[in-house]
């Protein structure tokens, strides 16, 4: 199975931006379609981005569309988000995430990393 590693996080200001990178060991990410999810606190898990297995198509939650940008290096196996205009609720602990091929891009995914921690400050 595949196994998750986020990094990237940080303490940045609103406006500011962050490139999150998820990078996976065991297998190739090949074999999965990825997600990046948060989790603020006090609140439920959510859905911020996907890609297609292809790499290619993508699926953004309407809070983050326009500002973040989910990519694939398959090369260097690992999967980033791109945070630009970051605001104060963007604030939260950001989960990759790894679905099979040709599945929901907000459905069920099989293998999560540990998350790391962005904080925006007003």
């Known amino acids: 199975q595949v196994q998750l590693e986020e990094s990237g996080g940080g303490l940045v200001q609103a406006g500011g931006s962050l490139r999150l990178s998820c990078a996976a060991s065991?297998?190739?990410?090949?074999?999965?379609?990825m997600g990046w999810f948060r989790q603020a606190p006090g609140k439920e898990r959510e859905f911020v981005a996907a890609?297609?297995?292809?790499?290619?198509?993508?699926d953004y939650a309407d809070s983050v569309k326009g500002r973040f940008t989910i990519s694939i290096d398959s090369a260097r196996n690992t999967v980033y988000l791109q945070m630009n205009s970051l605001k104060p609720w963007d604030t939260a602990v950001y989960y990759c995430?790894?679905?099979?091929?040709?599945?929901?891009?907000?459905?069920?995914?099989?293998?999560w990393g540990q998350g790391t921690q962005v904080t925006v400050s007003a």
């Open positions: 890609l297609g297995w292809s790499g290619i198509t993508t």
């Open positions: 995430a790894a679905r099979l091929p040709f599945t929901d891009y907000r459905g069920k995914y099989s293998y």
């Open positions: 065991g297998r190739s990410l090949r074999e999965y379609a």
